[in-house]
Each structure stands twice: as structure tokens, then as C-alpha cells.
């Protein structure tokens, strides 16, 4: 029996949005405010859902304590109060869009859980706009 696990977390960051090669003009025509030059900053909500099957021992899919200790030392750590532009090395070649930062931690936390459970992550930029991955 396949049961998801969900933690929610949260990490406040800054980013700008811009295509290093194109004129400003550009930039702001496809990014609008977001390619602001001296960025501007997101509370971002993080949801991580794993779906596994119930440990008959422990009746858990994963210890929740386990994940929480995952999501904050792998990525709250890494991206909270930080300019991702800047402080975050991948970010330096990657447009810091909701859908790359999504990916990115997905990667992260993939690397940190069991291949035996199925991973999601869902980034929530503002309350209204958010992206899910889960690996395809």
C-alpha cells in the first residue's frame, strides 16, 4: 500500500530574472519587474511529498523527523536569505525561475531519499503562482 508523506518548509530569497546576452529592453518585455536590476525577493512555501510504500515495522514511509532534518539542512540552509544570483553557485548559469529553483531542490532531495519512494516538490513563489516537479 503506497502512502505520500508531506513537509512543508519555507525560505525567504532574492533573485532577478534576465537572459545575460539580451538587451534590458528585452529582458523586461519577457521578465517585466522580475528582471528588475537590483532584484527583488520571494517568501517562498515549500511542499516536498514522498510516496512510498508503509514500512510494515515502523508503519512510517519516511521518518518525518528525518525529512524536515533533509529539507532544512540540504535547501533552507542553502537558499534562505540568500540572493540567488549571487550566493548560489548553480544559479550563476541557471535563471532562478520557479521552475529551475523547483528542479534544483528536486535534485537536491534526490539525492537524499530513498530511490524506493517516488519524490515531489511543489514551489510556491507567491500564493498564486507555483510549479511541482517530480523528476520527469
Known amino acids: 500500500m503506497k502512502v505520500t508523506v508531506s513537509r512543508k518548509a519555507h525560505f525567504n530569497a532574492a533573485h532577478r ?6 538587451s534590458d529592453e528585452k529582458n523586461q ?3 517585466g519587474k522580475c528582471s528588475n536590476s537590483n532584484f527583488h525577493g520571494h517568501n517562498y512555501e515549500l511542499i516536498v511529498d514522498v510516496r512510498g ?9 519516511i521518518d518525518l523527523k528525518e525529512l524536515k532534518d533533509i529539507i532544512k ?3 533552507e540552509e542553502l537558499l534562505d536569505h ?6 548560489v553557485p548553480y544559479f550563476k548559469k ?7 529553483i523547483c528542479i534544483f531542490i528536486w535534485n537536491i532531495l534526490r539525492d537524499k531519499i530513498s530511490n ?5 516538490v511543489t514551489l510556491y513563489e507567491t500564493p498564486r503562482n507555483f ?5 520527469n
Open 131 to 135: 510549479v511541482k516537479y517530480s523528476g
Open 94 to 100: 541557471v535563471i532562478p525561475t520557479a521552475e529551475n
Open 116 to 120: 524506493d519512494n517516488e519524490l515531489s
Open 82 to 87: 540568500k540572493n540567488l544570483n549571487l550566493d
Open 53 to 61: 510504500e508503509v514500512d510494515l515495522v515502523t508503519g512510517v514511509v
Open 73 to 75: 539542512n540540504e535547501v
Open 17 to 22: 530574472l534576465f537572459v545575460e546576452n539580451w
Open 29 to 31: 518585455n519577457l521578465f
